[in-house]
């Protein structure tokens, strides 16, 4: 490395993420005496820095609510409920520079039919670099906590990375996937983070946002649509009453979809329960031309029928909704392309 490349990463490192554990300041006593030295220096050119690197700051991490509303339209189909919620969920959170408690949103709904990328979504529409942030992080259970016997070694380092990710940054965001699959004590582990305090240990955790993902409920959102649409009835005419009943006798009282929810809805620590219908043939056609443009290759109609053709639909007789959603929408258009 170059000397005045090292200065730089040092600078960097002491400016804006000195308080981050990503990478140790070399010691702490060096820290200080170049710090001291080169305050001037900083100060005329840390603006450069921090637009450089990303840091715990508005440069960084700053709420577009007309970014979100419009990929909310443009990118996520056949979900106007959740598409809704969240929004106002985030608007309203973002908006307030002294919220109670931290955001937490539970997402739900069969596979493909577009949670991961809400969660993506809203990453994208608050921090710069979107889910590549370093500010978010997302846990899966499979593939973090795998092992039921290490329950008890999963619990403290989640407990231990979500304080250390937060006293680096407040505005952190947490996204657990298949909240189904995790161990009900991993979530009683998170619990106290949820909640209303004002600090833990000297910790504010209320300017964090947690969004779990789950298929918890999901045959029951189906059930609902199906309904309306054996009635003949607009799709768009569903609300979230009409599925609140389903999510809570299934979600709450399942015992399949896991005690989890139970806990956290005894104590109100979820803000917005987040239903996502289950997807139409119109839905997988306008995910494969999404895909497309996403893709930088011109949108293709035909092709897009063809993809959705391609896909398997239920219930057996009727065909309504698709298996998988758009799940294999963008394996299917590598082989059509
Ligand atoms: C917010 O999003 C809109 C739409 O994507 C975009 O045109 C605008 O530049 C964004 N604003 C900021 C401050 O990034
Ligand atoms: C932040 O979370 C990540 C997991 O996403 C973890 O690897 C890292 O150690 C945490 N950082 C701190 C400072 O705890």
Redesign the pocket.
């Known amino acids: 490395m170059k000397p005045e490349k090292r200065h730089v990463l040092l600078l960097w490192m002491l400016l804006c993420c000195g308080r ?3 990478i140790e300041p070399i010691s702490t006593s060096i820290a200080v005496g170049m710090a001291a030295a080169l305050t001037g220096f900083l100060a005329s050119y840390q603006n450069i820095f921090y637009y450089f690197h990303e840091c715990c700051r508005p440069e960084w991490i700053a709420f577009n609510k007309s970014g979100l509303h419009a990929d909310l339209e443009l990118k996520l189909f056949g979900q106007h409920i959740a598409s809704r919620i969240v929004l106002k969920a985030v608007s309203g959170f973002m908006s307030n520079n002294n919220p109670k408690k931290p955001l937490v949103l539970s997402l739900h709904g069969w596979t493909g039919t577009g949670k991961n990328l809400m969660s993506k979504l809203i990453a994208e529409n608050i921090y710069k670099e979107g889910m590549d942030s370093s500010f978010v ?3 899966t259970s499979e593939l973090h906590f795998p092992h039921a016997q290490q329950i008890e070694t999963y619990k403290s380092e989640l407990q ?2 979500i ?3 937060i ?2 940054c407040a505005q952190s965001m947490f996204i657990f996937d298949e909240m189904d699959k995790m161990h009900p004590g991993l979530i009683d582990s998170i619990k106290p983070y949820l909640d209303y305090y004002d600090k833990l240990d000297g910790v504010s955790y209320r300017k964090a946002i947690f969004i779990f993902l789950s298929n918890a409920g999901g045959i029951d959102i189906i059930e609902t649509a199906l309904e309306f649409w054996r009635d003949g009835r607009q799709r768009e005419e569903i609300q979230l009453k009409d599925l609140e009943t389903s999510l809570s006798l299934s979600v709450f009282n399942n015992k399949q979809s896991g005690l989890w929810h139970t806990s956290l809805i005894d104590k109100n620590l979820v803000d917005f329960f987040v239903p996502f219908l289950p997807l139409e043939y119109k839905h997988v056609v306008l995910c494969a031309m999404a895909e497309m443009k996403a893709k930088g290759t011109e949108p293709d109609q035909s092709v897009a029928d063809q993809v959705a053709k391609d896909l398997v639909y239920f219930p057996k007789t009727e065909r309504v909704f698709s298996v998988k959603g758009c799940k294999t929408v963008e394996s299917k258009l590598d082989y059509y392309t």
């Open positions: 981050s554990g990503a992080h997302v846990f231990r990375w304080k250390g990710n006293t680096n």
